[in-house]
């Protein structure tokens, strides 16, 4: 019954590969996220999609690409990682785009060695 | 563009004490402000929020005070156990944006 989930919870990985992180809600929210925790514990929001259509999409390499099968789903896909991409990914959801309570996943530890 | 600056980094109280973390937001078309808790290794979780149309919630020992005008906003933890220690991070959503900024986070050490 968990409201917000990821898979995987860990990912290591080498330089140069590609690697995809996959989110699911069963809340019925409208609104998903994709935020990046760096190693200093700074949250920031990647992208957002509100019923399957991109809203947000802050300064982020093109080697990261979001999609969204259908308004419950949310995944990451990034090409070619490099050390810098190591962090913790959390996925969020809430009911609208607007000022809305976000609800957090457990978050995908991403290890690029 | 948008900013949150939390303040202190890191406070460190002895049980029974109260903790007070402040917040200021840049965005003048910030209404909803959200605070969160985050323990070693899980998610950030909601302990309380305020929309820019209150001054002030509270909820059993967290209370969380909301100034407009000067762009503040502030969370007090009273009576402060060991399992409040965590990092505690403030938040604004921009009603032009949607986009929801976090302050810095604050490192809130209760010592038994």
């Known amino acids: 019954d968990t409201a917000v989930s990821q898979t995987p919870k860990y990912l290591v990985t080498q330089m140069g590969n590609d690697k995809s992180i996959k989110c699911e809600q069963n809340?019925?929210?409208?609104?998903m996220y994709w935020y990046k925790q760096d190693s200093k514990k700074f949250l920031k929001i990647m992208f957002s999609?509100?019923?399957?259509?991109?809203?947000i999409n802050e300064t982020v390499p093109n080697r990261f690409s979001p999609k969204s099968p259908d308004k419950a789903h949310l995944n990451l896909h990034i090409n070619s990682l490099e050390l810098g991409d190591s962090a913790v990914y959390f996925c969020?959801?809430?009911?609208?785009?607007?000022?809305?309570?976000?609800?957090f996943g457990p978050g995908t530890r991403l290890t690029v060695l | 563009g948008e900013n949150v600056e939390q303040h202190p980094s890191t406070l460190s109280v002895q049980e029974g004490d109260s903790a007070v973390i402040k917040c200021t937001y840049s965005?003048?078309?910030?209404?909803?402000f959200p605070w969160y808790k985050q323990e070693l290794g899980k998610r950030p979780q909601l302990i309380i929020d305020?929309?820019?149309?209150?001054g002030e919630k509270k909820d059993q020992r967290i209370a969380v005070t909301l100034n407009k005008t000067a762009k503040h906003f502030s969370l007090h933890i009273t009576e402060t156990q060991p399992e409040d220690s965590a990092v505690y991070f403030c938040?604004?959503?921009?009603?032009?944006?949607?986009?929801?900024?976090f302050g810095q986070g604050t490192t809130l050490q209760v010592k038994p």
């Open positions: 969020a959801s809430s009911q609208s785009r607007s000022a809305d309570t976000q609800y």
């Open positions: 809340l019925g929210h409208d609104t």
């Open positions: 999609y509100n019923n399957k259509e991109l809203i």
């Open positions: 965005d003048s078309a910030s209404n909803y």
């Open positions: 305020i929309r820019s149309n209150v």
């Open positions: 938040a604004a959503i921009s009603s032009n944006t949607g986009k929801l900024i």
